[in-house]
């Protein structure tokens, strides 16, 4: 009987951490179609599981909006060569991404391309390549 019980707590308690693993990285509340943006940074946060970069970016009327952007996390960026020194306050970037569906400032980083020219994929979809549009 013990064995039963415990059996069908530990069955439980993987089944709730199964799905909360699989709701945390659902995408869900982001569009599918992309968008491309241009603005300056003004934070990096290199964080675990989800690191953020938050641009500063001219909307249709010229009023300015910070745009938080979801990124992979540290290490995966780290590997990619994204470093705080890499995207300094003041910096011009374009971004590619999946804007969130109520229509708020953020995205779900894709692709980032600096002033030198340099892109990289933020979000660790290498199998996809750069696009040649990008």
Avoid at 30 to 57: F, K, M, Q, R
Avoid at 81 to 105: A, F, H, I
Wanted: glycine share 12%; net charge neutral; with cysteine.
């Amino acid at each position: 009987m013990r064995s039963r019980l415990v059996a069908a707590f530990v069955a439980t308690a993987l089944m709730a951490f199964g799905a909360s693993t699989w709701a945390h990285h659902a995408h869900g509340n982001y569009a599918l179609n992309t968008v491309d943006i241009e603005g300056v940074v003004s934070e990096l946060h290199l964080l675990n599981p989800h690191s953020w970069l938050y641009i500063e970016v001219s909307n249709a009327n010229g009023q300015k909006q910070i745009w938080g952007l979801e990124a992979g996390g540290r290490g995966q960026l780290l590997k990619i060569g994204v470093t705080p020194e890499s995207m300094k306050p003041g910096s011009k970037v374009k971004v590619r991404c999946n804007p969130l569906r109520d229509g708020t400032p953020g995205c779900l980083l894709g692709f980032v391309k600096t002033e030198d020219g340099t892109i990289r994929d933020w979000d660790g979809n290498f199998q996809a390549g750069i696009p040649k549009d990008f």
